[in-house]
């Protein structure tokens, strides 16, 4: 059994072909204060990722080389680059064609996460693109203005040896294929908001790495143990837009972070170093009603939060975004399954403030939008939720591992459903939707705060939480072609936390 759970389990022996062998790494005994893990590398500017404009893009899937140790080369694989990729921009009503070129040498797939799309555009499992050739997305934009991202998304196999196989996407995420989108419409328009690309209004991709001593990136060591070591890509080099230690100048102005967490299973509990108030302005799927005052953002992985941060008096300062992950014991991530950084507080990013900037934005808006509650009375099924029992003993969902042959769960066109996620596990799972946005309806019979008031793909499901989504089955009904509904840490969704379901014609 792998140690993805918390349980103490025999170790049977995992087949380790394919895995690189490694000479150690400092990051995998780190220091348990874990304050510092960017010790030694010598800071850098944030990059800020090229834009490709809509409605035509084209993306090339392809292997790179990236210095993230000074002199060390690793091995990586992007889009259109290097490492990660380029932002989509794209708009609201616009009929998008996105055109995905594979030259990474194995299968793979691109999915636009968060996106309304026909499950047959989707890019999931199904829509595996081969070696050397083109595989092309095209849909009506449908999506509200918000942050999203592309990513692989094959499924390998189904056991044990899943993880560390080339063709799993949490391999292939890891190796550096994830890149953001940005979608516009008149609401974005109209607001006045910060919107300059890479001045005001700032990609931010963050997520985590181990490294071997070479310098290339460590999936697993080579004497990892099954049973008694974490199944999880997780380090403690933490990298902004793919480099460590980075810096952002901005002007003393309001400021728009666009943060998504591509990380494989690390989860940030983001805050600033001096413990100011930001506003959380959109969520996934699209703005908030208005911004919400935070000082904490817990954000897992796959999510996105858009916020604001006001930097209006703070010329000449230096201020650090940060991971508040101290003290948070096992809240999230049960003991065994933890490295330094769960329980520790580390920099993610530094941000040096300058002078104010021409057509700065100098307010926090009091509004935003209107956002269309999905009605209770909507549901079809309000009194008997269509239940996720999320499970680690065995791994999967209703008691099921991902099965590519498997039609989980069949969805009438044209209802609103209810979903009942239950955790009864020891550790927090990102629930992932694909299809459309949902909303939070309640956590533990609550409703969910201010910043789960909006449009989501993910959910968080703390251990022994049950959390409850609406969703609208509207459009798009194909019986063959399905949609996936997942855990989105990256080692549980390879190794079977995940089921498909199809949207019908009632028959
Ligand atoms: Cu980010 Cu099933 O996807
Ligand atoms: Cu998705
Ligand atoms: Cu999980």
Known sequence: MLRLTAGATAGAVLPLAGLVSCSGDSSTSPDPGGSDPAAGIEPSPLP?????????????????????????????????????????????????????????????????????????????????????????ASFPLLNRAATYWYHPHLHAATGQGVIFDPLSTGYQVYEGLAGMIIVEDAISDSLPLPRSYGVDDIPLILQDRRFESDGSL????????????????????????????AVLEVGAQVVRLRILNASNARIYNLGFSDGRTFFQIASDGGFLNAPAPLTRLLLSPAERAEILVDFGSDAGSTIRLRSFNGGMGAALVPFPLQDAWDNADFDLLEITVGATRSNAVLAIPAGLTTVEAISEAEAVNLGSPRPFQLAANPFGINGLRMDMNVINERIRLGDTEVWEITNPTTQAHPFH????????????????????????????VRPSETVRIIKRFHDYADGVNPYMFHCHILEHEDVGMMGQFVVEVAP
């Open 218 to 245: 460590l999936h697993f060591p080579s004497d990892f143990n099954a049973a008694t070591d974490p199944a999880l890509r997780k380090g403690g080099h933490f990298l902004a837009n793919g480099v460590e230690a």
């Open 48 to 136: 800020i990722p090229d834009r490709l404009f809509g409605p035509i893009v084209n993306l090339e899937m392809r292997p790179g080389v990236r210095e993230f140790l000074p002199d060390r080369p690793a091995p990586t694989k992007g889009y259109n680059g290097d490492f990660l990729g380029p932002t989509l921009v794209l708009r609201t009503g616009s009929d998008v064609s996105l055109n995905v070129t594979n030259n990474i040498g194995i299968a793979t797939t691109t999915h636009w996460h968060g996106f309304h799309v026909p499950a047959a555009m989707d890019g999931g499992p199904h829509q595996r693109i081969d070696p050397g050739t083109v595989w092309t």
């Open 433 to 460: 939707v694909h299809g459309d946005s949902f909303q939070v309806l309640s956590r533990n019979g609550f409703a969910p705060p201010e910043n789960e008031r909006g449009w989501k793909d993910v959910v968080l």
